[in-house]
């Protein structure tokens, strides 16, 4: 299986802070990766340091193959991007800010740029600034994927979006990736969204991974297990990523469940949403 995005032993140390330590992971062709994790976990510095807008003090990423300090021009003419803001400038109309960008693409694609607009029902001649986040949002995506590009990165790009925007979005994404030879990789903390549209999960905490696991793995490993709280005994309570203990019972979130379902009876077992997995890690 061939590799889009190679990242290995990244690390960033801010003010002191260690904001990302040994950071490594693969993204593969045809893949879409949600990457998830509380606010702070280092989400943005990490998709920052993949695009070259900030420096990791250590680590090596490869993007198709090749190095990005070595092969940034190259590399980007391949590369989508959207950020959770647009990154767009709000003075200008949507045709002025298209003339900033399209020359930065060898593989520029005006054709396709028109039928998004006109899919997305944005006029040309409109300025940003007068534009819903919901269509800024459209306008950003319709500039990333104008120059047919291979692998799109995006940072938060549903938050603060109705679900009718965000179903419109994921369903663009969804068609990118059904392209031989695309990828997509984006951070969000809307994790219900990755339910529909993920392939791979990928979760950072406190600026290291912690779960980096495909999403139908990861969701049949893990369970959400109720019961009395008489049954937790010490090795019992092992068996658990988190637990809450309310009055008589408890409840918890297992990364076992046959060792669970073999040491406990009388419980009752659910399929887990990647949010309460999320949530039980970052707590842990």
């Known amino acids: ?19 990302l330590e040994n950071v490594s992971f693969r993204i593969f062709e045809g893949c879409v990766t949600g990457f998830i994790g509380v606010n702070g976990a280092g989400k943005t510095t990490t998709i920052k340091s993949i695009l ?36 767009l400038y709000e003075d200008l109309s949507i045709e ?7 020359p930065a693409y060898s593989r520029w694609d005006e054709n396709v740029f028109r039928s998004y607009l006109e899919r997305f029902n944005l006029d040309k001649k409109q300025k940003i600034k007068t534009l819903s986040k919901g269509m800024k949002m459209k306008c950003a995506l319709a ?6 590009a291979d692998l799109l990165i995006m940072d938060e790009p549903t938050s603060g979006l109705d679900p009718k925007i965000r179903k419109q979005l994921l369903e663009i ?46 969701l049949e490993k893990h369970a959400l297990v109720k019961g009395d709280k008489s049954l937790l005994t010490r090795d019992c309570r092992k068996l658990f990523v988190s637990l809450e203990e309310k009055g008589f019972g408890f409840e918890g979130l297992t990364n076992n469940r046959a060792a669970v379902r073999n040491s406990m009876k009388d419980i009752i077992m659910e399929k887990p949403l990647i949010e309460d997995i999320m949530i039980a890690y970052a707590g842990r």
């Open 96 to 102: 002025e800010m298209k003339k900033i960008i399209a």
């Open 173 to 218: 994404i969804k068609e990118f990736i059904s392209e031989d030879g695309k990828s997509a990789f984006f951070s969000t903390h809307i994790t219900n969204d990755l339910e529909k549209t993920a392939d791979q999960i990928i979760m950072l905490d406190q600026g290291k991974i912690l779960i980096d696991e495909d999403k139908d793995v990861l």
């Open 1 to 19: 299986m061939k590799y889009l995005l190679e990242v290995d032993g990244l690390s960033k140390t801010f003010k002191g802070k260690k904001v």
């Open 52 to 87: 070259g807008l900030n420096f990791p003090d250590a680590g090596e990423i490869k993007i198709f193959g090749k190095c990005l300090k070595e092969n940034e021009k190259e590399i980007k003419d391949r590369i989508g991007i959207v950020f959770d803001n647009g990154n």
């Open 143 to 148: 500039l990333a994927l104008s120059h047919h």
